[in-house]
């Protein structure tokens, strides 16, 4: 059984920086690709960033683009967030995602591999 675990998240300030990270291990299952979603208290999980396998593919929600971004690093079974200019509405879990197959998408469905979540909140 394949494992996501994040790390990374934490408290930060209005304008600052975080950075996420997710590594896969247990079985490794070839191509997949990995999102990020959040939650924050109640709402509904929503997209944020998704990345293909080869990385050349890369889909960001509106509100995250270009202020956040999204790598990974497949020899070290990691992906990366890199979280700039964080807003309070940034607060929120951060969840990694995987999918079987080198497409991302921006559906929760289309994911069947998940992390337990990290917090992340900025401050005003």
């Known amino acids: 059984q394949a494992q996501l675990v994040e790390s990374g998240g934490g408290l930060a300030q209005a304008g600052g920086s975080l950075r996420l990270s997710c590594v896969a291990s247990?079985?490794?299952?070839?191509?997949?690709?990995m999102g990020w979603f959040r939650q924050a208290p109640g709402k509904e999980r929503e997209f944020v960033t998704a990345?293909?396998?080869?990385?050349?593919?890369?889909l960001y929600a509106d509100s995250v683009k270009g202020r956040f971004t999204i790598s990974r690093d497949n020899a070290k079974n990691t992906v990366y967030l890199q979280m700039n200019s964080l807003k309070p509405e940034d607060t929120a879990v951060y969840y990694c995602?995987?999918?079987?197959?080198?497409?991302?998408?921006?559906?929760?469905?289309?994911?069947?591999?998940w992390g337990q979540g990290t917090q992340v909140t900025v401050s005003s």
């Open positions: 990345i293909s396998w080869s990385g050349d593919s890369k």
């Open positions: 995602a995987a999918r079987l197959g080198s497409t991302p998408f921006r559906s929760t469905t289309n994911y069947g591999y």
């Open positions: 247990g079985r490794t299952f070839g191509t997949y690709a």
